[in-house]
Structures are given as C-alpha cells and as structure tokens.
C-alpha cells in the first residue's frame, strides 16, 4: 500500500510500504476515503520538531471504511462508515470515563514515531471500539467534509472554547486564522458568544471568519493586537481567548487580551518550553487551560450539529487532493496557498 513519510524539513514522499493489517485482537483495519493535512504537521515540516531517522509516517486525521476487526472488537464490524479522532482510547479507563480521552491509560496519538499516520490508503486503528465512531451517512455524502473535521480541527476549536469557558453573552477572542481557529470561531457562536474577534492578517481566511461568525477583525500584532481588542471590548479585554497557534508570541497575546477573571483555552501545540506572560495572568486572575482536545468525547455533541446543517466546518478545506499530490499540498499549506488540504482516495 501506499503511504505518506516525512524523511526531512521540507521532505515529503508518497512509498510504498508494508501492508497495514490487524495485529491486536482489539484493532480494527480501516481503509481510508478521506484525509487531511494538519496544521501540527507543518511543525516538523518546518523543522521545528525531529523527524526519525527512518521517516515518520503522517497524518492523524481520517474518514474510512472498516476492512476487518479483531476478534476482541464488539462495536465495529466490516463495512462501517467511521471517523477517527487523532488519538486512539479505550473508552474504559478513569480519564476515558473523564472525557478527557487524550490521557487515556491505553491511549496514543496516529501519526507520530509510535504509531502509523493516516494520510495512506489505509491504516490499523488500536482499541477500535472506543477508538472510531460510526457514522450514520455512506462512504461519500455530500457532508463528507464537514463530518471529516469532527477527527481534529472541529473538536479541537470545540475545546478551545471549553475550556475559555465561552458561554451565551460573553466575548470572545480567537487567536489564529488557521482551521482551527476558524472551527473556534464556529464553536464560539454556537456556545452562544455575542462578540467574536478573530485576530489574524490573511484576507481570505477572515472573510470566512466573518462568514462564520466573527464580529470583528484584529490585524495587529503584539502591543497593537492588545490594544485593539481592549477598544473593542470596553477596555478590559474579552472573557474567553481561543489560542490557536502556540507560538510563545501568539501565547503571550492571548493571555494579554484576556480581562481580568477570563480564561484562555490553549490548542496550539506550544513550540516553546515556559508560559509566556506569566505576571499578567497571575495578576488579573487568568485561568489558562487546554491541552490536546479530546475529540472523541466531543463526537456526540457535534454530530447533530452538523447533520442537521447548523455548523459547517467543512468550510475550512478550501483544496482537494489526491495521495500522490500530498507532497504539494504540504507545501500550499506550508506557504500559506490554502487554509487546509482535504486527501481524497
Ligand atoms: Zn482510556
């Protein structure tokens, strides 16, 4: 089968490679229909994060359809339509129960030295049954798109605003134009925030943004960006601040921006080893949370959402390509050409 690997900065092939197949009685193979290309990718594109000596197979995020199961496997079988978050979980254990399936005691992440990504035809999937989550549509619904986002970027901007703790009435402020920054502003006015400011600088990536919800724009940066959001928010800053970079500047603004009291709800994968601007959250009472989201707890509650038309994440793919065109649509994100790739198999 054919699969994506990250040799190097900047390196990315299309190989062949061995055969994904079952291996725990607990797994599932999942032949992929549809994946992305992440963000978080772009860190070790960019050098930013090492790269094994042997390549790391990429990509974490994926639709498909299930191939075979394990013996042990209950709630899947053959033939199931299922999305997969990018961190496999038991669904059994304390954090699980939790509902915070990212620290799951049997738990991982696709896509990293541990585990094959899914940006390949097709991908074994560990404890399937509280791993994928079956879908109630065929292979190749017209929501395809939207439902694709539920595996990251939807759940992801989802828990951005969790964890800012968004509530109907309050405002808001995203930090980041990216997918996922995008999905928190969707989140954000679906959790009932009356005042949305998005800070980026990209013309199309803000013209979605206002599409789907964003009440202001804050182009500025540092200082500036600061500033500009105490003015829109009466002076004090705003009560919920979505971080959606993790870039120790991007960081320190969403904390800075923050009114006293409000709580910043961090999703960047954070690039630096300290906390920026330590002193103005201690200071002003600043509750700084998040952590990788657990997408598959959130599956549930967003699902209707986008079945029944009332959100539309699937917005944020804005190109479509095949395996063997990956390489490019690295690079298309990578300069900035398109706000997030779609893989079509
Ligand atoms: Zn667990």
């Known amino acids: 089968m054919r699969a994506t690997v990250m040799h190097s900065a900047g390196d990315v092939r299309i190989e062949n490679v061995a055969d994904s197949r079952i291996v725990e009685p607990t ?15 772009l860190w070790p594109y960019r050098g930013l994060e090492d790269i094994p000596e042997t390549g790391r197979r990429m990509g974490h995020e994926a639709i498909g359809v299930v191939e075979a199961v394990g013996a042990d496997v209950r709630t899947m079988k053959a033939g199931d339509v299922v999305v997969m978050p990018f961190a496999y979980s038991d669904g059994t254990c304390v954090f699980c129960h939790e509902g915070l399936h ?14 094959d990504g899914a940006q390949a035809e097709a991908l074994r999937v560990p404890v ?24 990251d970027v939807m759940g992801t901007g989802h ?16 930090v980041g134009d990216g997918a996922v920054g995008l999905c928190g502003v969707i989140a954000a006015r679906r959790l009932g925030a009356e005042h949305i400011i998005i800070l980026g600088r990209h013309a199309d990536r803000i013209a979605l943004a206002r599409e789907l919800g964003a009440t202001d724009v804050v182009s500025e940066r540092g200082d500036g960006a600061v500033e500009r959001v105490r003015q829109l928010t009466g002076g004090f800053g ?14 320190r603004t969403a904390i800075s921006i923050a009114r006293p009291g409000g709580a910043v709800g961090r999703v960047g994968v954070p690039q630096g080893e300290t906390l920026p601007a330590s002193q103005p959250a201690f200071y002003n009472n600043v509750t700084v949370s998040g952590g990788p989201a ?52």
């Open 102 to 115: 990212t620290s799951c005691i049997r738990g991982g992440f696709f896509g990293t030295a541990a585990m």
């Open 238 to 251: 705003a009560h919920s601040v979505l971080e959606c970079v993790g870039l120790e500047d991007s960081v």
């Open 27 to 41: 797994d599932a193979l999942v032949v992929v229909s549809r994946a992305c290309i992440c963000g978080s990718d």
């Open 294 to 345: 657990p997408v598959r707890a959130y599956i549930e509650e967003l699902l209707p959402d986008i079945l029944e038309g009332r959100i539309e994440p699937g917005r944020v793919f804005d190109r479509v390509v095949s395996l063997d065109e990956v390489p490019d649509g690295y690079r298309a994100m990578d300069e900035r050409e398109a706000i997030k790739v779609m893989i079509e198999f």
């Open 128 to 151: 399937a049954d509280g791993t994928l989550f079956a879908l109630p549509v065929g292979k190749d619904d017209a929501l395809m798109p939207s439902l694709l986002t539920l595996s």
């Open 159 to 174: 828990h951005a605003a969790v964890t800012a703790k968004v509530s109907p009435g309050k405002s808001v402020a995203v």
